[in-house]
């Protein structure tokens, strides 16, 4: 479902950040684009409000792993009180992060799929975000030989490929990225 | 955009009433020390709503106001008052 009044949740979205900006003193300048065009190797996550920052503290944002830049996504997207299901809807983007986060998730993928492939065991990432999660899923869909489960709980959940047929025998498993 | 304009309580106030059913009852206290800790008390029902799962919000929160302190040149902690 979409967001019910985009314009509205970009105007309380542009209140939040104006406040981070000005009150958190960070030297920072955002873009917030309704329904943003994207190019087509991102078909599976459709944004549907993009804010991409610039400005001297980007770097601020992007430490950690983008720590901060995550975190002043989550609570815009606490604020709207999106479900669960709809925070992809939500993306905040810094010097193109997410794309190449995405990248190499995609890339992370391909390189356990060929393991499990070759080695006919599971192989276990380190635990990641449920959106990051749904990105390694998404990119193995359509392997036919293989599937994806999400295991543990919190978080610990990590994402977990196995060949399509695995029967278990122990805990044969291997950590990756990130 | 200057460091005179930064005013952290204000900040954590303005975000903690978005985050609320009830926000007359969103307060922020500044207590000055050599860390200065900025106390967050909200209505108990609320008290989910600033921590989140698995205290998602609340360590978004810790990070956003441990960022103003980087800039501020100064040592920010946030505490939320249960």
């Known amino acids: 479902m979409p967001i019910p009044d ?145 295991q543990g709980e919190g978080g610990r959940r990590c994402l977990v490929v196995y060949p399509k047929d695995y029967k278990p025998a122990g805990r044969p498993m291997r950590k990756t990225i990130p | 955009m200057g460091e005179q304009s930064v005013d952290v309580r204000a900040l954590i106030e303005q975000i903690a009433k978005a985050l609320v059913d009830a926000p007359e009852e969103v307060s922020v206290e500044q207590i000055e020390g050599e860390t200065t800790v900025f106390e967050l008390t909200v209505a108990p029902d609320d008290l989910g709503k600033v921590i989140g799962r698995q205290g998602r919000v609340a360590r978004a929160l810790r990070a956003l106001v441990g960022a103003a302190g980087i800039r501020a040149h100064k040592r920010f902690g946030l505490e939320i008052i249960e």
């Open chain 1, 6 to 150: 985009k314009i509205a949740a970009a105007n309380k979205i542009n209140d939040f950040l104006r406040g981070v900006v000005t009150q958190g003193g960070l030297h920072l300048k955002y873009r917030i684009t309704v329904d943003p065009p994207l190019p087509d190797e991102r078909d599976w996550e459709r944004p549907e409000i993009l804010v991409e920052f610039a400005g001297p503290d980007s770097t601020l944002l992007l430490e950690r792993g983008g720590e901060l830049l995550r975190a002043v996504e989550l609570l815009a997207i606490e604020m709207l009180r999106l479900p669960g299901n709809e925070h992809e809807k939500i993306c905040f983007d810094c010097m193109n992060q997410r794309k190449l986060r995405l990248e190499e998730l995609r890339m992370a993928a391909t390189v356990a799929a060929e393991r499990v492939r070759q080695t006919g065991s599971p192989y276990e990432f380190a635990p990641m975000s449920s959106r990051e999660r749904r990105i390694v899923h998404l990119a193995l869909r359509d392997q036919a030989d293989l599937h994806t489960e999400s």
